[in-house]
């Protein structure tokens, strides 16, 4: 699968540098965007695109973010060379940022309709810190397209692992989405007994729907069904997705990593996960053993969109929005209704602004 990653805005730009950084993508397969170079990587090498026309930024304004791509749209800076030799295009952007959660959900239907590509959308969920962050993001999931493959990262999942720390939470948080495309493009796919080729990976990861890649790596040989088992609830209680409660996927797909020691301990049958995710209409299975460390991933794909969680975020926009005063500051209409006493003005001895009478107007005075 043959994949070009872009990241959008100030949280997509920094997911696209880790994946650089970490050598799963060449520079010449990504490519940052922004409405300012501010934001950009200063080390990144790649592909950059500045969305804004006079390099300004949107300060969290979606509505800025819409018009700049609209205008770079029509400019011609989205009309990528050599975009037709990449089969997949996997958008990451935060969705409570101005840049990212505007233009996003455009430049996506772009790539889909005009470049007729696959098209992912990594979407970085934040912290619900402010009324806009939460409006932003309930805005971005209104807009999403359709005939898209969306995933969701909750930076705020990996608080607790980061101390608290919110910066090193978002860097937890872009490492999660390398391993998850490492997953569901099946860069570390091997030959073996059971496999999932390349028609299937592509049928299984460019379902349109909600999707969610869980991966697990085990720190010892499995020894009984119970253990696997126990593994994979493990990976769906822990699941760094925010949760679709209707899910009814439509394709999963299941990694198995796994040495001649953990074979037996295998539970074919997966119970848990269609239990959680719904019984797919197909099921893909990698079997292989690449003698490094064993672990165990499954993507599922084709869901339903996490509903309930977006309308969860937008209740707690709601009731953050009532708190915000939005009272008019009435400061000034009331002070010009105050007036002073007239007669006071008699108390005023500097009149230094004041002209003084003319000279001939003196003179007159005296004319008989």
Known sequence: MKT??????????????????????????????????????????????????????????RSAAKEYVKLAIKAGKLNIENISNYDTIIICTSVEGGTGSGSTPIIAQYFKQVANKNVHVVAFTGFEEDVRGLANTVEFFQELDKDIVVQTISNASFLEKANNNKFKAEELADKEMCTRIRVFTGMDFIESEQNIDDTDINKVSNTTGYMTVEYKQLRKPLEEQEDFNKVIK????????????????????????????????????????????GKPYENFLQKQWDGKKEYIAFIISGMNMPLDEVKGIYERYKEASEKVNKEVDKFNKEMNSLSLNEEDEMFNMLKSQEKGMSTTDFLSQFDD
């Open 234 to 277: 493990n990976m769906i209680y822990n699941s760094h997705s925010i949760k679709s409660n209707n899910p009814g996927a439509i394709r999963t797909g299941v990694i198995l990593n796994i040495s001649p020691e953990s074979v037996d301990a295998i539970d074919y049958s997966f119970t848990d996960i269609y239990e959680t995710y």
């Open 4 to 61: 070009l990653l872009v990241g959008v805005g100030a949280a997509g730009n920094k997911a696209v540098y880790e994946a650089v950084n970490c050598q799963l993508f060449k520079d010449q397969d990504t490519i940052i965007i922004n409405s300012t170079s501010k934001d950009f990587p200063k080390d990144y090498k790649g592909n950059k695109i500045i969305l804004s026309p006079n390099d300004t930024g949107c300060g969290k304004e």
